[in-house]
């Protein structure tokens, strides 16, 4: 007995899978280490009825697009880490050179200038910017076992513990 419906969702999954793989399985990307993100990013997005929202972006050092660009590879398309306990998958922007996710904000910040954090490994680091009033700091710490993409499940490679906005 032929059941036409698991056919087509057969081809359907099928189609799907092919048509997302293939970037993976056929462009070679460098690993990244947490030294290889210089400083992060908040800057303000227009906020919906409900939220204010913030753009967070992981900027690439140098050091890291050089050793891509030298192995004739790319950086990957998405990269894993934690913001307040929570997996988060950011993507890399056209130009390679950071990665960007939308999150919540407790308060409206400007849209035009981010507030930047010089990147480190742990410990609270103060913001510079339109947005950087004395309180505005991020606290990096060492990544929960486990910590990893819901999606992709790559290992989360920054972790934010704190936002101090």
């Given at each position: ?32 280490m947490s030294s290889d993100i210089d400083r992060v990013e908040i800057k303000g997005l227009p906020p919906t ?117």
């Amino acid at each position: 007995m032929k059941i036409l419906g698991a056919n087509r969702m057969g081809v359907l999954c099928l189609g799907l899978f092919f048509a997302c793989v293939p970037p993976v399985l056929s462009q070679r990307t460098i690993e990244l280490m947490s030294s290889d993100i210089d400083r992060v990013e908040i800057k303000g997005l227009p906020p919906t009825k409900t939220q204010h929202r913030a753009t967070i972006s992981f900027h690439v050092s140098d050091s890291a697009r050089d050793r891509a660009k030298s192995a004739g590879q790319s950086l990957p398309e998405t990269l894993s880490a934690s913001i307040e306990g929570n997996s988060v998958d950011f993507k890399l922007s056209a130009d390679q050179s950071f990665y960007s996710a939308e999150i919540g904000a407790p308060r409206r910040l400007p849209l035009d200038k981010p507030t930047s954090f010089t990147h480190k490994d742990s410990g609270t680091v103060k913001g510079t910017g339109p947005a950087a009033n004395p309180n505005f700091s991020i606290e990096f710490g060492p990544c929960a076992k486990g910590c990893k993409s819901i999606i992709f499940h790559h290992p989360c490679l920054v972790c934010i513990t704190k936002i101090s906005w």
